[in-house]
Structures are given as structure tokens and as C-alpha cells.
């Protein structure tokens, strides 16, 4: 496959580079209907790390790739804030308002 943004895909190992990923926090998310990488990818990645207590998959029934957003807006926040809040912490600052 040709290089995307100077990356040759063909030549990328996420599953090798999964060794060096242990005791990290993962949320992977995976659609169902993604034609570009198949589910399946998402899912022996996660077998890889399952046994991690911060290592979760999320598969997301008719999202395209990179859709999840587009299929559920509320949960996919909803997954993604609590994987931040949870592996970053919550700040105690109140937020700045935006004008």
C-alpha cells in the first residue's frame, strides 16, 4: 500500500508494537462497518493486552472508520472523556469559558 502522511501502512506492526505497550492505559474503538481496517485488526490487538486492567475495546455496530462519533455522539464522549478522566485524572480547576 502507498505511504499515508510518510507512513508506509504496509510496513506498520501495531500488534509488535504492543510489546513495548503494557501496563499503558488503551481504549481502542472499532466499527463494524469500516472497510479501510477490518474489525478483526481492533480485536487481536486487544487479545494482545486484554489481561491489563486499563486495556478496553469498544466496537461500535455500523461505524465507518474514524465514525463512531457520527453513529453514537453521546456514548463515544460519553467512553472517551471517562477513559481520560480515569487515566489522566480529573482537573479541579473550573473551566475557562470559551467567547
Known sequence: MDAFNGLNVDKVAP???LENWKERPLLLIAGTADST??????QLLYNEVKSEPDASLWIVKRAKHVGAYE???????DKVVAFFTRNLGQTKRKPVAVQ
Not at 453513529?71 to 464522549?77: C, D, F, I, Q, S
Open 15 to 17: 500488534d509488535k508494537s
Open 37 to 42: 481496517i477490518p474489525m478483526s485488526n481492533s
Open 71 to 77: 453513529v453514537n455522539p453521546k456514548m463515544y464522549l
